[in-house]
């Protein structure tokens, strides 16, 4: 599909590297495309940011469907720009709405459509250390009607945001809070899609951890609040002496690129891992023991965020003296090197896209 393009006659004023945070500004455009069910996909353009027309009965202000994936461009040490496995973002986003009964775009669209919109806008994507352009693909329902079936007309677009370094100076490690009584995703839900409905779902307890004093909420099953699961943004890992385990993908927590980053890097560096089911029980025995090293996080956001404690039941479980564990930090090193061009990428999973005019 052919994308035509529309430079914007009034870019914006960039804001300060060191006012970035994450998802606080927006690049000067967009990519925007249109789906009907008699004529599939069409009209695929880059344009000036600019806001949506929805019609007030659009389903998905009534019915949810909504999905979006989270992804970097990165600036590397060499100037040239690189998307890291946008192939695998377009995979789950196929994943996701199939599961929720949508109909995505194509791989090859997907793909220039993330060439060109980071091309027009590439002046945006900072160059400081470790800062990056955050992309935003989302698809929505659009069809006006008020009946619970799947829609027949849908908008794909894509957004970018400048985001500062994650960590700052140095990675620092978060407190978790593990949580209880709600529940993120349940067996046949829709907890391995990025649905904008699971996010929904998971303000509450997230605006609860914070005012405990937690960065983010652990989840656990929601039959018995007995297995890990995933931290709110975060896919998890535990590593007990000299043994990683990470929860395995059963269809209620979502398959994270890094997350498959991660497995593999770890595989190829020989280090013994367990996709299984954990529980809590475990976890606070390895605490208890000794044997629990480190825990962390892996997820676009932050790459890997290491773990520092763990609030159970009132009870603060410090994590590795609460500093940051080697394991953690070596994979960060690594992801980080591979993403900005600082160290080869033996994977193949950097894509780079011209900077030329």
């Known amino acids: 599909m052919e994308i035509s393009v529309q430079l914007t006659q009034s870019p914006k004023a960039r804001p300060a590297t060191d006012q970035l945070g994450f998802g606080r500004y927006f690049s000067d455009h967009m990519f925007v495309a249109e789906y009907t069910q008699e004529g599939g996909w069409k009209n695929a353009k880059v344009v000036p940011y600019q806001s949506l027309s929805l019609d007030p009965g659009a389903s998905v202000l009534h019915y949810g469907q909504a999905i979006f994936e989270g992804m970097k461009a990165y600036r590397g ?22 599961r929720l009964c949508m109909k995505m775009i194509d791989l090859e ?3 220039e459509a993330l060439k060109t919109l ?7 994507i900072p160059a400081e250390p470790d800062t990056s352009l955050y992309l935003r693909p989302t698809l929505i329902a659009t069809e006006p009607f008020l009946g619970v079936r799947p829609s027949q007309t849908y908008t794909f677009f894509i957004i970018a945001s400048p985001v500062g370094a994650y960590y700052g100076d140095k990675i620092e490690p978060v407190k978790i809070w593990v949580e209880r009584k709600y529940s993120r995703a349940a067996p046949g839900g ?23 004093g937690f960065d983010q909420v652990l989840w656990l099953d929601a039959a ?3 297995f890990i699961e995933e931290v709110g943004t975060m896919n998890v890992f535990f590593r007990f002496d000299n043994t990683v385990i990470t929860p395995p993908l059963t269809g209620t927590i979502l398959p994270g690129i890094t997350r498959d980053s991660v497995l593999r890097l770890l595989h190829a560096k020989d280090i013994r891992v367990e996709e299984r089911p954990l529980s809590l029980d475990e976890v606070l025995e390895g605490a208890r023991t000794g044997r629990l090293k480190e825990v962390f996080g892996t997820g676009t956001a932050a790459s ?11 009870r603060l479980i410090v994590i590795g003296n609460g500093e940051t564990g080697e394991l953690a930090r070596e994979l960060y090193q690594i992801l980080n090197g591979i993403q900005y061009g600082k160290i080869p990428d033996p994977f193949g999973w950097t894509m780079e896209i011209s900077v030329e005019t």
């Open 77 to 98: 040490v060499d100037g040239k720009i690189r998307l890291f496995r946008p192939e695998a973002n377009w995979r789950r986003m196929h994943s996701s709405a199939e």
């Open 109 to 111: 669209t997907f793909l």
């Open 118 to 124: 980071v091309h027009a806008d590439r002046d945006w």
């Open 190 to 212: 829709v907890g391995s899609a990025k649905a904008a409905g699971n996010y929904a779902a998971s303000l509450l307890a997230s605006t609860q951890a914070r005012e405990r």
């Open 224 to 226: 018995e609040k007995h």
């Open 304 to 314: 890997i965020s290491p773990v520092g404690a763990l609030g159970v039941d009132g």
